[in-house]
């Protein structure tokens, strides 16, 4: 049982470049979320989605695009990199009945030069 | 929306010292609360929840916390810490389909 799996791990990007983030669940999670954490802000949500096909807006969405085909996957774009967006991005998902808690996966360390 | 507030984002205690951190949330409907903690390059895992019962709330590694519904916070405490407790401290609730969390806590604890 993998749980929730994240990669790249590490990634440097030029500014302009595109890249997605992908984000995968083995547990049959409704829920999925990405989350960006900077230093003494947390977490900060920036795009959830609540199953397959249906995606909406968190905190912080600006430059970020999310899709959800499938109830595993849920990959997030950066459409065009930004220094701004530099951050310790997380994927995490859970049951509908969120009293489970959610399970976050072990991160995307993004670098924009 | 809910909301999250952390306070004493730095902790600085000794080995065998008692820890509380404080969180207080913001939210009309009904709630769950979470404590996750970070230990330094790892990923957040579970500290304990509360969604309904008991106030009281025992998680692992001897932490607890107790959610006061009239105050709307959900304090986090230790009895006695160990130096393994160096880690950052979040408070989170669930609320309309997201997951709100605080700023968090930088705990060090000095052997």
């Known amino acids: 049982n993998a749980g929730v799996t994240q990669t790249p791990k590490f990634q440097v990007l030029k500014t302009g470049q595109s890249m997605t983030l992908q984000c995968a669940q083995d547990?049959?999670?409704?829920?999925m979320s990405w989350y960006r954490q900077d230093p003494g802000m947390g977490l900060r949500l920036i795009h959830y989605?609540?199953?397959?096909?249906?995606?909406d807006q968190g905190e912080v969405p600006n430059g970020y695009n999310v899709s959800r085909s499938t109830t595993e996957d849920f990959p997030l774009r950066l459409l065009s990199a930004a220094p701004s967006q530099t951050s310790v991005y997380f994927c995490?998902?859970?049951?509908?009945?969120?009293?489970?808690?959610?399970?976050f996966g072990s991160g995307t360390r993004l670098t924009v030069v | 929306a809910q909301s999250v507030s952390q306070h004493n984002h730095h902790v600085i205690l000794s080995e065998a010292a008692s820890l509380e951190l404080g969180c207080n949330y913001s939210?009309?409907?009904?709630?769950?609360l979470f404590w996750y903690v970070q230990y330094p390059g790892q990923h957040l895992q579970l500290l304990l929840k509360?969604?309904?019962?008991?106030?009281l709330v025992k998680g692992i590694k001897g932490f607890e916390a107790e959610f006061i519904k009239s105050k709307f916070s959900f304090n986090l405490r230790k009895p006695s810490v160990q130096w393994s407790d160096t880690a950052e401290y979040f408070c989170?609730?669930?609320?309309?389909?997201?997951?709100?969390f605080g700023k968090g806590n930088q705990v060090v604890v000095i052997p």
């Open positions: 547990m049959n999670h409704e829920y």
């Open positions: 989605s609540v199953g397959a096909g249906i995606t």
């Open positions: 989170a609730v669930n609320g309309n389909n997201r997951l709100a």
């Open positions: 995490a998902s859970s049951y509908r009945d969120q009293g489970y808690g959610y399970t």
């Open positions: 939210y009309g409907g009904t709630v769950n």
């Open positions: 509360y969604f309904s019962g008991d106030p």
